[in-house]
């Protein structure tokens, strides 16, 4: 399993690639990444395993996108807690990536500010 | 189907083989067999040890070298037919035209 | 560089949207965007893009359903789906094939795989688009050919069918479309009342098969009808045929001249299979051989006309057919052969089955129909029997001459390599009166011209024909005789009389030969085998007039008519 929050050489080929939109981008991940977090909390009080597993696998692929290893990679245990419809594991799980997401936001906070100029 | 080609050292005599069925489908293969040939032979030989079958079109094709290799005077031999080919030949009376051997 | 592309992408998730559509843009394509797969049909339908960028798991329509329905709207037309997707489980690769997906891209994105897999795509769309183009722009030439085929075919038959095919005493099986398999059937009824047949076969296939064939039937039906004999015709047929075919093209054929009073049939065969003479007493099967180069193939000093001439019974079949018979081939790439059809032959009880017979047999044999069969048969029946339409002439009929004569001597050179019969014919007929009776004057000229140049000139014995084997050699006499010929005559006095009501011919032929008693020759006729000659019984009971002068040189016969009649 990877240590890494966020991996800097995969910031450095996403400003490459989107330039001015950069900033942009990060805001879009953020609010998007608020968003998927607000369906895994609700999938999980409706007890809704599908649910669970989409906003899980759409999270996962945005994280690997972003450069955000350990968040993908626990978005992946969840998505197959929903496949497997074990939902008794997923509050432990999903408290888990509330937390790296929280470093994560941070990260992507401060790499934000610089562009705030 | 395959053409090969191979003149008599002294170039005198250019010998064409062919290979399995000898149909329109050989058409330019039988051509180039005598028309790429940088030489101007005096006889031909016409191999059809190989050749399985033989339907009207190789018989215009045979005309066709007749032509190229002067009409009335061109001296062409047809060898080792087997039985369908030579009787192909006789109905046709190529024998009029040809030395089939 | 490749194109610029216009690119759906099918993503729910917001970040990754934008990163793709952003990638697509700085590769120079225009990037379409949808949130979920309704999204994306309705954007397809729209926009029609050329490439489309699916992730599988979206809400509201997942990816798998709407790469469905967008394979279903693109229709022929290859649209690749890229299935965007971290899923690595086979089953779910397995349904993103079956949904139409083309290839993966596993998140996170690489650029650099994306771009080339985009170019892959691509490729492979433009040549999707090229195989569609082809096949319309073959589909439209198949359906020209097809087209000019059917014209072809159309104006052919009108040629073709002009002669006497139906005639009752002839059966035949062609395919459809023969003609472009190089196949060639005609019949027409002689002047005289006999009958030529022609079986012919062209190198190759398709239309420089056929395009030879239009030109021979109409030297053939036009030959005929103007009481041309078979080597004329076949002389003429070669000669054209040397001249408009290009190099190695040529025709096998038979050619039947068959007389149904005089009970022969002349054959002439150059390149065909050996066709049957079917003998109605005994089964005999005589064969018909080859015995010349095809048609089309030698000028005109080399041609060999000679024929072989065979006398015929009542009943008795002339079997004609096409290579495509003993050359239909088997899944072993063994041939049908001559033995195969012998056994045919052999088990045959009914004629009438003959030819279902040997359809059958071929069919057995190579496990699928023969579509290039060409099979004739024609039988020797009382000259009576068949009906026939009036001869055809061209002229307008306007000034029709009434009174005069004119004589004719045609000697020794000409008699070995001319014809008069439709010289003198063409000139008869000219009187508007006896074109009805044109076959009748045309069977009387020939039988006297034959038998002054046989018996009068030629000294031929007609009680030679009494047999078989006679038969055989009097023809022999007869061509080796006609070679050698330097001297001798024939003459025709032809006398046109105006009479009250209508006119009358007056036709009086002589020759250089010794005189014959021709009341006692009929008579011996009347009596001896049938093999012989008819020729004065016929000739007396299809003139008005028939007699012979006492001093035994010549013959004189009448036809007369009624204007109006």
Not at chain 1, 50 to 75: E, I
Not at chain 1, 84 to 109: M, N
Not at chain 3, 148 to 173: M, T, W
């Amino acid at each position: 399993m990877s240590d890494i929050h966020l991996d800097s050489a995969v910031l450095a080929a996403l400003q490459d690639v989107m330039e001015d939109e950069y900033p942009v981008l990060l805001d879009t991940y953020l609010a998007d990444s608020e968003e998927r977090l607000r369906l895994l909390r609700q999938a999980m009080r409706e007890a809704d395993a599908q649910g669970l597993r989409l906003a899980a696998h759409s999270f996962k692929g945005s994280c690997s996108n972003m450069g955000a290893p350990m968040l993908a990679d626990l978005c992946k245990q969840l998505e197959e807690v929903g496949r497997r419809d074990s939902l008794a594991e997923a509050p432990g799980l999903i408290e888990q990536i509330e937390r790296e997401f929280a470093i994560v936001r941070i990260l992507f906070k401060s790499e934000r500010q610089r562009y705030r100029t | 189907m395959a053409i090969t080609s191979l003149p008599s050292p002294d170039g005198q005599e250019l010998t064409i083989v062919i290979q399995g069925r000898f149909d329109f489908g050989a058409h330019q293969e039988f051509r180039d067999a005598y028309e790429r040939v940088n030489l101007s032979p005096k006889r031909y030989v016409v191999d059809l040890k190989g050749t399985t079958y033989l339907d009207s079109s190789a018989l215009g094709m045979l005309l066709l070298l007749r032509d190229h290799a002067g009409g009335d005077h061109a001296q062409i031999r047809l060898l080792n037919c087997n039985p369908d080919v030579r009787k192909i030949l006789a109905i046709s009376n190529f024998e009029q035209l040809f030395q089939i051997t | 560089m490749p194109a610029r592309l216009s690119i759906l992408i099918a993503e729910d998730n917001a970040a990754d949207r934008m990163l793709l559509s952003t990638i697509i843009s700085r590769q120079g394509h225009r990037s379409l965007t949808a949130s979920n797969g309704l999204e994306a049909v309705a954007l397809f339908e729209q926009e029609r893009p050329q490439l489309v960028l699916m992730d599988a798991l979206m809400p509201v329509m997942d990816g798998f359903e709407a790469a469905r329905r967008i394979k279903q709207m693109a229709g022929e037309e290859l649209v690749p789906i890229i299935f965007l997707t971290s899923l690595t489980e086979g089953e779910a690769l397995v349904r993103c094939l079956e949904a139409g997906g083309d290839d993966f891209l596993a998140k996170p994105y690489n650029r650099v795989i994306l771009e080339a897999k985009i170019n892959a795509m691509d490729r492979l769309r433009r040549l999707q688009d090229t195989v569609l183009q082809q096949r319309d722009l073959i589909a439209q030439h198949n359906e020209y050919l097809l087209n000019e085929q059917r014209v072809a075919k159309a104006v052919f038959d009108k040629v073709a069918h002009s002669g006497c095919l139906a005639a009752p005493n002839i059966r035949y099986l062609q395919s459809p479309y023969a003609l472009f398999n190089g196949d060639l059937l005609l019949a027409a009824f002689k002047p005289s009342g006999g009958m030529h047949v022609l079986l012919g076969d062209f190198t190759g296939h398709g239309l420089p098969a056929a395009i030879g064939a239009m030109p021979l039937a109409e030297v053939f039906y036009g030959m005929t009808a103007k009481g041309y004999s078979l080597t004329e015709i076949l002389r003429e047929i070669n000669a054209k045929l040397k001249r408009i075919l290009p190099l190695g093209v040529f025709c096998c054929a038979t050619l039947l001249n068959i007389s149904f009073q005089r009970r022969v049939v002349e054959v002439w065969n150059g390149g065909l299979p050996d066709g049957y003479l079917l003998r109605a007493s005994g089964g005999e099967r005589v064969p018909l051989v080859s015995r010349h180069l095809p048609l089309g193939i030698l000028d005109a000093a080399a041609f060999n006309d000679h024929y072989e001439v065979f006398p015929l019974e009542l009943g008795d079949r002339i079997f004609l057919l096409s290579d495509g018979v003993l050359e239909a081939c088997n899944q072993q790439g063994e041939l049908f052969g001559e033995k195969r059809l012998h056994r045919v032959f052999t088990a045959n009880r009914q004629p009438a089955l003959l030819f279902a017979e040997i359809q059958q047999a071929l069919l057995s044999f190579r496990g699928e129909l023969q579509d290039d069969v060409s099979l004739v048969e024609v039988s020797m029946v009382e000259e009576g029997s068949l009906s026939r339409g009036p001869l055809t002439f061209t002229g307008s009929g306007q000034h029709s001459p009434l009174d005069w004569s004119a004589s004719f001597e045609f000697r020794g050179e000409t008699l070995r390599h001319f014809n008069p019969l439709p010289f003198l014919l063409q000139l008869l007929i000219e009187v508007e009166g006896l074109r009805p009776q044109g076959g009748a004057i045309y069977s009387v000229l020939a039988e006297l011209y034959s038998n002054a140049l046989e018996h009068g000139v030629l000294g031929l014995d007609s009680s030679l024909k009494c047999n078989a084997e006679g038969f055989a050699e009097y023809y022999q006499q007869r061509s080796a005789r006609l070679a050698q010929l330097r001297e001798g005559y024939v003459r025709f006095h032809l006398q046109l009389l105006s009479e009250s009501g209508g006119g009358r011919l007056i036709i009086r032929v002589e020759d250089s030969g010794s005189g014959f008693d021709g009341q006692a020759i009929l008579e011996q006729q009347l009596r001896i085998d049938r093999l012989c000659g008819r020729g004065l019984a016929l000739i007396r009971q299809l003139s008005e007039r028939c007699t012979w002068p006492v001093d035994g040189q010549g013959v004189s016969v009448e036809f007369s008519w009624l204007a109006g009649a």
